[in-house]
């Protein structure tokens, strides 16, 4: 009787979990919601779910298959004939960059990111490491390039 009781009434907890498969802003994300009647519930299905996520293998499979599908999955031109995914960052358009210039050294990979200052439009790649451990930006030269 106390089961029925608690799948009918409504969980007063939850709390979001967020996987990334990468480091940079376009990585698949396994991003599962626990329930739990009280903190204390919500913080112990938690952890028994990133328990059991890893001991399954379910993060480093998720890892793997999405880094097949980067390697094996060429973006196709979208509305407009843009070929490069979009993301929204403080106010600003990012796209992430089709490929790095041959020379790039970068092994953290790069978001193409666009503006309008006081000297016109500028453009460039960032390192997607975090913030101190980042390679130099890419700036996009008069001909297109990026150095």
Known sequence: ??????????????????FKAAAG????????TVFGQSAEEVATNAVDLMRA????????LASHAAKKVRETHQPTAGKGG????K?????????AAPSAPGDDSCPHG??????????GAWAALFCNAPKGSNCDPLWRQKDGSFS
């Open 1 to 18: 009787m106390t089961e029925a009781v608690a799948a009918v009434s409504p969980n007063k907890f939850k709390i979001g979990l967020t």
């Open 25 to 32: 802003y376009d990585a698949e994300w396994i991003t599962p």
């Open 53 to 60: 996520l890893a001991d399954k293998g379910v993060i480093e």
């Open 82 to 85: 843009n070929s490069v995914p």
């Open 87 to 95: 993301t929204f960052q403080g106010g600003k358009v990012q796209s």
């Open 110 to 119: 790069r978001t193409m990111r666009e503006g309008q200052g006081k000297n």
